[in-house]
T-cell receptor, first 113, second 116 residues
Framework: EAQVTQNPRYLITVTGKKLTVTCSQN?????MSWYRQDPGLGLRQIYY???????DKGDVPEGYKVSRKEKRNFPLILESPSPNQTSLYFC????????????FGEGSRLTVL | AQKVTQAQTEISVVEKEDVTLDCVYE???????LFWYKQPPSGELVFLIR??????QNEISGRYSWNFQKSTSSFNFTITASQVVDSAVYFC?????????????FGKGITLSVRP
């Protein structure tokens, strides 16, 4: 089954404790991206990747890192999480932004205390 | 910079009413793509449609229709004879066609409530 898998789905952590949210897709997609969803702000892009070893900043990259060492994986790293990073995070992939549908993971709800 | 504005934040209708969700975009690209996504209460994001800037034909899919007008930079979404299952948050989104413009920008979303 074609899917984008994120882990963990739910996480409560404390300020400053490094964490990684993993994202994996099994569709051989080149394009992958991370978004955060906050009430009243919609979905905002954090980082995106057009292919292996190619990443670019989205609209709200501060406080986040990503890497794309393999085509299927695109982890989101919070080196020193802060409470303003409490949010719902979505990973997504596409055969290319030109091909249309963006496949989303189920979301990861992160709370930073 | 590209921008998507969904001026309506919440809409409430009674079942069987028609409802139109507005989307206005800004971009300096001549080639771009517009999307609509649905987020039901369960939280997943569901792709509804993609439209490229060269194709201004309106599209109909069952009870859903989309009206793309480049002259007004709008890509509106109409649900005919709404149903309770249409209750969701609807996002309009815009992307460029290549390079740095490939990032996808979403509007803030419209919460649609359909009452029985």
């Amino acid at each position: 089954e074609a899917q984008v898998t994120q882990n963990p789905r739910y996480l409560i952590t404390v300020t400053g404790k490094k964490l990684t949210v993993t994202c994996s897709q099994n569709m051989n997609h080149e394009y992958m991206s991370w978004y955060r969803q906050d009430p009243g702000l919609g979905l905002r892009q954090i980082y995106y990747s057009m292919n292996v070893e190619v990443t670019d900043k989205g609209d709200v990259p501060e406080g986040y890192k990503v890497s794309r060492k393999e085509k299927r994986n695109f982890p989101l790293i919070l080196e020193s999480p802060s409470p303003n990073q409490t949010s719902l995070y979505f990973c997504a992939s596409s055969g290319g932004i030109l091909t249309g549908e963006l496949f989303f993971g189920e979301g990861s709800r992160l709370t930073v205390l | 910079a590209q921008k998507v504005t969904q001026a309506q934040t919440e809409i409430s209708v009674v079942e069987k009413e028609d409802v139109t969700l507005d989307c206005v975009y800004e971009t300096r690209d001549t080639t771009y793509y517009l999307f609509w996504y649905k987020q039901p209460p369960s939280g997943e994001l569901v792709f509804l449609i993609r439209r490229n800037s060269f194709d201004e034909q309106n599209e109909i899919s069952g009870r859903y229709s989309w009206n793309f007008q480049k002259s007004t930079s709008s890509f509106n979404f109409t649900i005919t004879a709404s149903q309770v299952v249409d209750s969701a948050v609807y996002f309009c989104a815009l992307s460029g066609w290549a390079g740095a413009n490939s990032k996808l920008t979403f509007g803030k979303g419209i919460t649609l409530s359909v009452r029985p």
